[in-house]
């Protein structure tokens, strides 16, 4: 199904993550590097907290999975008995005019003839297939004997591993290995802003089973992701299930779920959640000669165990929270006059920041004092911005922008001067309705912290 594209909304929010300290081009002053973003204080924030919360609910909150790092140069020999060195590839074709490399999948189809997005030649080469990992050399040679690649994903780490863990940890079937971090693809055409880049990271679960397990686990897991996309604020009514069929899985696959977003440039892919069989675990097995199969004390039986994987984009991530957080709104400024205010309505266990604390004046020695009492109460538990700058209006409309979700303004009643039973209380605002309330400062971080959690 396609979905309508709204490029300016798009051009909105990329210039919202740059203005505000989202994400950044890589190596910008020097022209920039294509595929690479880097994140800015507040985008570090909300990756942070992205990551954090995947941990907390994929491993820290459940018995049967642990988790590993594992290096990102990779041996080439395991990816030689994962099949990347030979099929890791993407068809590619070449535009004669413009002379743009382009995948094959991006050509205009007009009346049955293939054309270039950029310049809408039909002057164009054959496909061949273009392999997307990087390579490398280890140590001082430059020759065969050292050659190494970046992984192209986290999976294989955890399969050549699985026996290492497996015995560690004592684990029973089913239970899974988690990890973070970095992968490596060389797109041949980045685009969409960070959804397709050469450098992105991955939250990614190998879930071990029995065979007769697998089906039923792959249904669980598609479940688990979609409650965790609503846990951190993403709009189910944008969120599509696709069962991919049988001539686009890989051959390996028994079933295979894309997790599907509607974003403004379209509908595209936030996670797959794949049921790879014993493939993976059998190829290593056969490549390495070392046994990876798993012993069952109760049948007294030795398998290789098959695995459930789902596998989401850090970075994809980010952006679909983004976009889903982004809207615009009237409301009126500190003189009464409407205007159009900008905000990010991130679930506050997500947002960078999550409160905004200002004295209601600057210039009053006491508010100041009072303010940063505040702060101080506040930062050990959770991260808090100071601000005194302007009215404020405009200090509220600047963390709206920025997805703060609470705003706590430190007044005369916070003095107690007009009634002295609000001595010791703050304003507390709400991001998303703007209501005020009083709070005392006593209570500030129990109840932050229990919309936050």
Not at 31 to 60: F, I, M, Q, S
Not at 234 to 252: C, G, Q, T
């Amino acid at each position: 199904m396609s979905v309508p594209t709204d490029q300016q909304h798009m051009e909105k929010i990329v210039n919202l993550c740059k203005r505000r300290g989202f994400i950044f081009q890589a190596s910008e002053i020097y022209g920039g590097l294509n595929g690479a973003w880097d994140y800015g204080p507040l985008g570090v924030e909300l990756k942070r907290n992205l990551k954090n919360y995947w941990w907390r609910v994929t491993v820290h909150e459940r018995e049967d999975v642990v988790g590993m790092d594992g290096a990102i140069l990779t041996h080439p020999d395991v990816l030689k008995a994962s099949g990347h060195v030979e099929g890791f590839s993407d068809p590619m074709i070449d535009c004669r005019s413009c002379k743009a490399h382009l995948r094959l999948d991006q050509l205009i189809d007009k009346k049955g003839v293939k054309q270039c997005p950029n310049c809408g030649s039909k002057d164009l080469t054959e496909a061949r297939q273009f392999n997307l990992m990087f390579e490398t050399h280890v140590g001082a040679a430059a020759d065969e004997s050292s050659i190494a690649y970046l992984r192209p994903e986290t999976a294989q780490s955890i399969f050549v591993q699985f026996k290492n863990i497996l015995e560690v940890s004592r684990k029973k079937l089913p239970f899974g290995i988690a990890q973070i971090g970095k992968a490596f693809r060389n797109e041949i055409n980045p685009r969409n802003f960070t959804f397709r880049s050469r450098e992105f990271e991955q939250m990614e679960l190998e879930y071990f089973c029995r065979p007769e397990q697998g089906m039923e686990l792959l249904e669980y897991w598609k479940e688990e992701r979609l409650k965790f996309y609503d846990d951190i604020g993403i709009s189910r009514s944008k969120l599509h299930v696709r069962n991919v069929p049988d001539e686009e899985r890989a051959f390996y696959s028994k079933g295979t779920y894309d997790i599907e977003y509607d974003f403004p440039f379209g509908r595209q892919e936030l996670e797959g959640v794949a049921y790879r069989t014993d493939y993976d675990l059998s190829q290593h097995q056969k490549a390495s000669g070392k046994s990876l199969e798993y012993f069952d004390d109760e049948t007294k039986q030795r398998f290789i165990p098959h695995v459930v994987e789902p596998s989401a984009g850090v970075d994809r991530t980010i952006l679909a929270l983004i976009c889903d957080a982004y809207g615009e709104d009237q409301a009126p400024d500190d003189k009464g006059k409407m205007e159009t205010r900008v905000v990010l309505r991130f679930h506050p266990r997500l947002a960078p920041i999550k409160c905004g604390i200002f004295p209601l004046l600057k210039n009053n020695a006491q508010l100041v004092a009072k303010a940063k009492e505040v702060v101080a109460l506040l930062r050990p538990h959770m991260h808090v911005f100071y601000d005194e700058s302007g009215a404020i209006g405009r200090r509220y409309r600047r963390q709206d922008e920025i997805g703060t979700p609470f705003g706590i303004t430190v007044d005369f009643e916070t003095l107690g001067e007009k009634d002295p039973t609000l001595r010791d209380t703050v304003t507390l605002r709400d991001r998303d309705s703007m209501k005020q309330r009083r709070i005392a400062i006593g209570a500030l971080v129990s109840t932050l912290r229990a919309e936050i959690i």
